[in-house]
């Protein structure tokens, strides 16, 4: 099945190529096809992800998927939270993001944060019943980057229970644990259980 993903965030298109690749899916960037960006105006996960899923399938005609996903910080009141990929404003830089992060959370000693992610998926573009799943990741923010891998906020995040960050796992460590992997992990039973 050819399955539209609302995003042309290089790292996620990785990421959901190798956790839906087993589905034998053919994963196609938004991009591809010309679909062009659609605006993020809503202040919760679920309400983009939505708006996302909805414009990629009207846009094409095929099945599509979409992800909000961002940084929760505690002493922030949640920020950067759905305005995570731009939190330091245009134009989009990860290493502008992590710096205003860092300085916001200096007066802190509450270091806790979680990555959500939230993820709808659409038959077409007027589905009524969108499949819907979400995941946390939770971890600590620290103030010097540790690790090569993944990318966003992840070598500021810091796994406790490792004591790894999330850019020093592996891939597949990586998406068995992440927000994106257990959304994702949530979303493939959901699908197989409408199937049955």
């Known amino acids: 099945m050819k399955l539209v993903v ?3 965030n290089p790292g996620k ?6 956790l839906l690749s087993p589905l034998g899916w053919e994963i196609v ?3 591809e096809l010309g679909v062009p960006e659609c605006p993020e105006p809503h202040c919760t996960f679920v309400e983009n992800a939505l708006a996302k899923a909805r414009h990629a399938a009207r846009h094409t005609g095929l099945p599509a998927l979409a992800d909000d996903s961002g940084l929760c910080v505690e002493a922030l009141g949640g920020a950067p939270g759905v305005h995570s990929a731009r939190y330091a404003g245009e134009p989009k830089s990860d290493a502008r993001n992590n710096e205003k992060l860092i300085a916001d959370l200096a007066a802190h000693a509450d270091k806790r944060g979680h990555y959500v992610c939230a993820l709808v998926f659409l038959r077409q573009a007027d589905d009524p019943q969108p ?7 939770h971890g600590e923010i620290i103030d010097t980057p540790r690790g090569a891998g993944g990318f966003g906020y992840d070598p500021y995040f810091l796994l406790p229970d490792l004591g790894q960050t999330a850019a020093e796992l592996d ?4 998406n068995r644990r992440s927000h994106r992997g257990l959304a994702l992990q949530q979303l493939i039973e959901r699908l197989r259980a409408r199937q049955a």
């Open 6 to 8: 609302a995003s042309s």
């Open 13 to 18: 298109l990785r990421e959901f190529g190798q």
């Open 29 to 31: 960037p938004q991009k």
């Open 131 to 137: 499949i819907i799943a979400e995941g946390e990741w």
């Open 171 to 174: 891939a597949a460590e990586k």
